[in-house]
């Protein structure tokens, strides 16, 4: 079985500042992860995803996100937010293997507002 | 654009009614598959496919039926709609069979949006 938690249903950051969105994940088997964010009324865009390579992804709109085994965590992090970024960001993982192989599984989602 | 295309994008209908949610893709992606998105329990996997005749269940399946009939398009059909069906629904598609180990990206569609009287 795997599940994702995203730890914060919303974010409030004021421009220009750092923007941390915290992943928590649970896999029998080595895991991919993966972001996405949601713009109002829109589809969902990859932002980034790790699949066993580097540790640290760097995504698109200065996005990056480590990957850490021991804490079983996957944060989403950027150096300063633009009003741009104000969206609603999907956690996923997927296994790779057991009964879940293949199956995407999503966080509840966070929603980031940012501040002028 | 290439991409995937969903209609409608916004739809009511009232308890029992019938209507189906189009897909359309044209990447010559072999898998699709069809979410639900309810505020605070993100999406939600209903059916997919790997291929062109091959269907299977996702995690929240009832009251859904799906076919796959061409690579390009992969329809949500709802026989008998409830209130609870009220959500938001998105069509991804995935490059080839190795979407199904989640290890490729989903492109996902622009989202139809369902409410049920």
């Known amino acids: 079985a795997q599940s994702v938690t995203q730890l914060d249903s919303h974010v409030s950051v004021s421009e220009g500042t750092p923007v941390l969105l915290r992943c928590n994940y649970s896999?029998?088997?080595?895991?991919?992860l993966f972001w996405y964010v949601q713009h109002p009324n829109k589809g969902l865009q990859l932002l980034l995803k790790y699949t066993s390579a580097a540790t640290l992804v760097k995504g698109i709109n200065g996005f990056e996100a480590e990957f850490k085994k021991s804490e079983t965590s996957f944060h989403l992090t950027k150096p300063s937010a633009h009003m741009s970024d104000a969206a609603e960001y999907f956690c996923v993982v997927s296994a790779a293997g057991g009964t879940s192989y293949g199956k995407l599984t999503f966080g509840q989602g966070t929603i980031l507002t940012v501040h002028p | 654009n290439a991409g995937v295309t969903q209609t409608p994008k916004f739809q009511v209908l009232k308890t029992g009614q019938s209507m189906t949610l189009q897909c359309a893709q044209d990447m010559n992606h072999e898998y699709m598959s069809w979410y639900r998105q309810d505020p605070g329990m993100g999406l939600r996997l209903i059916h997919y496919s790997v291929g062109a005749g091959i269907t299977d269940q996702g995690e929240v399946p009832n009251g859904y039926n799906v076919s796959r009939s061409t690579t390009e398009d992969f329809p949500l059909r709802l026989l008998s709609a409830a209130p609870s069906q009220t959500s938001v629904y998105f069509c991804?598609?995935?490059?080839?069979?190795?979407?199904?180990?989640?290890?490729?990206?989903?492109?996902f569609g622009a989202g139809s949006r369902l409410t049920v009287l």
């Open positions: 896999s029998s088997y080595s895991p991919s």
């Open positions: 991804a598609s995935s490059p080839d069979r190795n979407g199904f180990s989640g290890a490729n990206v989903l492109t």
